[in-house]
């Protein structure tokens, strides 16, 4: 059986850190590792009461930065396929084998948590009208400049297969929100295998969620990102971002 490691990239994340992990099937507990990005309260003293592996950062490095750390020690750790799971609460872990279950059978090489089975489920979930538009909106446009057909694109749980891992050049990536934007249009631009599954989400006041002034940023972003990959497949342009990892 491949190995799965479940890694938590947190912050501030004390209130909601022990629901998450009651929540992550029991069969993969023993393989849990939280990077603490500088939390300012008792994350970590959660986590480690918990037996989990915590690897706390000395200083902030942003959300992308977290997930780098994340990726790094899972695969030193002898991973074969990595979930990346927020410890807010927001995903249910519930999932967690279903999304390394369509890896480890080699139907996909990665796989995404899809918030958005439908408009109703959505919204009665608590997610903000504006962020459902733009995540259609932005979806779309992904979808169509990119060839996939992702439910969404902007989801926070995500399962990776070991080669996806080493062969994206990720350790070139912002280490601020945009990281995952960068991450999937390089596993396109690549030929990597993406899939997604409907996954329950819950929005509440511990839920860690980015602002509108933020939203609109990462929104920005997005279509830079987007501008990018369709430089460099056009071959107008050789992208440090698509640079293939050595």
């Known amino acids: 059986m491949p190995k799965v490691m479940i890694v938590l990239p947190a912050y501030n994340a004390e209130k909601t850190l022990a629901a998450t992990l009651a929540d992550i099937p029991e069969e993969y507990r023993n393989n849990v590792i939280l990077v603490d990005d500088c939390s300012t309260d008792k994350t970590v003293e959660v986590a480690k009461n918990f037996g989990i592996t915590v690897i706390p950062h000395l200083e902030n490095k942003g959300y ?15 991973a074969d396929i990595v979930v990346m799971l927020h410890p807010d609460y927001q995903y249910n872990p519930k999932v967690i084998p279903h999304l390394a279950g369509v890896i480890g059978n080699n139907i996909c090489d990665m796989m995404l948590g899809n918030r958005i089975r439908t408009r109703r489920e959505t919204l009665a979930g608590g997610m903000p009208f504006y962020k459902y538009l733009s995540n259609r909106f932005l979806s779309l446009l992904c979808n169509v400049a990119t060839g996939e057909n992702l439910g969404e694109w902007h989801s926070g749980m995500r399962a990776y297969s070991r080669k996806v891992l080493e062969g994206i050049p990720w350790e070139h990536n912002t ?19 993406m899939g997604d599954i409907p996954v329950e989400t819950k929005y509440f006041e511990e839920a860690s969620s980015i602002n509108f ?18 430089v460099q497949k056009s071959g107008l342009a050789k992208l440090e971002l698509f640079k293939r990892a050595a």
């Open 175 to 193: 280490d601020d929100f945009a990281f995952d934007m960068q991450f999937l249009v390089q596993a396109s631009y690549f030929g990597y295998r």
């Open 64 to 78: 992308g930065g977290n997930q780098k750390t994340c990726y790094r020690e899972a695969l030193k750790a002898g």
């Open 213 to 230: 002034s933020r939203s609109l940023k990462y929104g920005l972003h997005t279509l830079v990102i987007l501008a990018q990959f369709l």
